[in-house]
């Protein structure tokens, strides 16, 4: 079965980048998108179709998919940013969920 | 407002039957696949099941195929999960979920419920 794989944790201090990567066979061929998860509450999508925002998405987070990695790019992170990340993506009929990673903002 | 509610989850013992639901408002139903996607506790996100606009195609994660039955009533705005023979590892949240885009399947989650909590224990 198809994995997505993502590092348990990444720490940034406030206003740096910060990267969470995500890591597939041919993850490149597939549409990626990332959901962040603030404690108590339901996901929300951040990135959909590798680099696009939805609207009401801050313009710091940013999207890449290319080769066997996806990356979720949070420029000028804010302590607001600090939650769990999960990207997604679809493999024969299945959705694939990555592990997750948390983003500490320290 | 696009608003998804979920409801139904309960203590259930092990192999016994559950049926959850989802009810929608704020957009048309029948116009988009939906989805519902599981958080064991203080685990990650897994996708359940997929049903689209008009019930015709569903998909099933490995974990649950042949135990698990997703149906939609879109005359109700409602998504349900028919959930049979359950086990200890079903214990989790259980999120319904709208695809982006209307038409499309295999999609990105772009609207979520609160959850609704199933434990499965003897």
């Known amino acids: 079965s198809y994995e997505l794989t993502q590092p348990p944790s990444v720490s940034v201090s406030p206003g740096q980048t910060a990267s969470i990567t995500c890591s597939g066979d041919?993850?490149?061929?597939?549409?990626a998108c990332w959901y962040q998860q603030k404690p108590g509450q339901s996901p929300v999508l951040v990135i959909y179709?590798?680099?696009k925002r939805p609207s009401g998405i801050p313009e710091r987070f940013s999207g890449s998919n290319s080769g066997n990695t996806a990356t979720l790019t949070i420029s000028g992170t804010q302590p607001m940013d600090e939650a769990d990340y999960y990207c997604q993506a679809w493999d024969s009929s299945t959705g694939v969920f990555g592990g997750g990673t948390q983003l500490t903002v320290l | 407002e696009v608003q998804l509610v979920e409801s139904g989850g309960v203590v259930v013992q092990p192999g016994g039957s559950l049926r959850l639901s989802c009810a929608a408002s704020?957009?048309?139903?029948?116009?988009?696949?939906m989805y519902w996607v599981r958080q064991a506790p203080g685990k990650g996100l897994e996708w359940v099941s997929l049903?689209?606009?008009?019930?015709?195609?569903?998909d099933y994660a490995d974990s649950v195929k042949g135990r698990f039955t997703i149906s939609r009533d879109n005359s109700k705005n409602s998504l349900y999960l028919q959930m049979n023979s359950l086990r200890t590892e079903d214990t989790a949240l259980y999120y319904c979920a709208k695809a982006q885009r209307d038409g499309y399947n295999y999609d990105a989650f772009d609207i979520w419920g609160q959850g609704t909590m199933v434990t499965v224990s003897s």
């Open positions: 704020g957009f048309t139903l029948d116009d988009y696949t």
């Open positions: 179709q590798d680099s």
């Open positions: 041919k993850l490149g061929d597939k549409y």
């Open positions: 049903i689209s606009w008009d019930g015709g195609s569903t």
